[in-house]
């Protein structure tokens, strides 16, 4: 999959309309990871991934044939630098967002994991029944996998 391009101009428009819808998409990730709302960012993935996906491709091709450039126009190969920086703006912002997320994450899983090693060492108290018998112990609340690497 790839564009559709004949001159270099189709190729930069259609590479222009590809950044910007990108930097749209990511754009509106970083703000619902920005407003602890990860699960709005969840509709934007499979057309991200799509898109990022034929940006990569394309941008291999140019990088590999500076041609297919070439004949642009000066304004044209701006146009094309200027959306492309601002993509580039906005997946630092989206980087930023998301490390804030997993160091909030990896807070929350290091306090859950402080939080059981602390009941373990404490040890459950004896429960008792309503007829003053002992009750068995309560389940072990620790299955709970973490992963430092989250």
Known sequence: MGLAAETPS????????????????VAGQAVAFEQHRP?????????TSRLANLYRHESAKIRANPALLGQASLPERLRLT???????AVLAR??????AARTVTEGLVR???EEVAHQRQ??????????????AKPAD?????????A
């Open 94 to 99: 989206q980087s930023r967002a998301l490390d």
């Open 10 to 25: 189709e190729r930069i428009d259609q590479l222009v309309i590809l950044t910007e819808r990108l930097t749209e998409l």
């Open 111 to 113: 306090a859950i994991a």
């Open 82 to 88: 200027r959306v492309t920086e601002a993509f580039d």
């Open 141 to 149: 609340g620790s299955a709970i996998t973490l992963n430092k690497r």
């Open 122 to 135: 404490r040890g459950a108290a004896d429960a008792y029944g309503p007829s003053g018998e002992r009750a």
């Open 39 to 47: 699960q709005d960012a969840v509709g934007l993935v499979e057309e």
